[in-house]
């Protein structure tokens, strides 16, 4: 019953293309028991999320063989995906659960990406920069949390 009560919440969120507000997070919060640091972390990662985004495509997209359109292409791209993954490891992380990531994110990821001719590399490289710019938002505490989802992600594309 909670599980589905928590994905419900998370689908409602998913199919508008936003982050868990922070009434939606303190109802589930208050009626799931789900801890304040992982209450507080969403709500920093949904405030901060643009920045984060930007921060870490700068680390991670440093390639200067692009020019013109094809790098403002390949920018908006990596810009769209990393708020999706983003996105998607904060609502597992408040779930507590690898699985949102696994039949939402990661099913065919790796082989569309592949028959894209998309970077695996580039891809997991962005990520972790996500990771350390998400930790550095939201304290060392949280960063391990929303790190594992993360780390799951790199694996799955790995």
Known sequence: MMENTITSVITSFDLQGKYIDGGALQQLKHNFQIDEPKVKAAALIRDNAAAIVKEAVA????DP??????????YAACVRDLDFYL?????????GDTAILDGRVLNGLKETYLALGVSLTATIKAIQAMKEVTAEVVGADAGREISLYFDHLCTGLS
């Open 87 to 95: 996105r998607y490891s904060t609502y597992a992380m408040v779930a």
């Open 59 to 62: 680390k991670s997209l440093n």
């Open 65 to 74: 063989k692009s020019n013109g359109l094809s790098t403002t292409r390949r």
